[in-house]
């Protein structure tokens, strides 16, 4: 196994920590490149660097639609949101705090 490999990968794990997302939760966003639109629901940080986006489009004619991935520079958010939806007000899973998180190797 090459020896800098766990250097390589402390370095990435703190530089993503320190790195905010840019978009938050809950806002409606566009795919520039495709026109895709929906609700950010969910942010994926990988360790290669690179970030994505969940977009879910609202349902359409009752029916559920399926939601896609997208890399964080291919999104353009929708100006002037404020605040984020109720649903946000609550968790309703993971770890209360970080004292109760499982411990990161």
């Known amino acids: 196994m090459d020896t800098a490999a766990p250097a390589i990968l402390a370095a990435a794990k703190d530089a993503a920590l320190d790195t905010p997302f840019t978009h938050p939760l809950g806002f409606e966003a566009t ?12 942010r994926a940080d990988y360790i290669s660097g690179c ?3 969940c977009l879910q489009p609202p349902s359409k004619d009752g029916k559920f639609q399926e939601a896609h991935w997208f890399d964080e520079e291919r999104l353009a958010v929708t ?7 109720e649903v946000m007000a609550t968790r309703t899973g993971g770890p209360a705090d970080a004292a109760s998180a499982a411990p990161v190797r």
């Open 31 to 42: 795919d520039m490149i495709s026109g895709f639109s929906g609700t950010i629901t969910g």
């Open 79 to 85: 100006p002037d949101q404020r605040g984020l939806p």
């Open 51 to 53: 970030r994505q986006y």
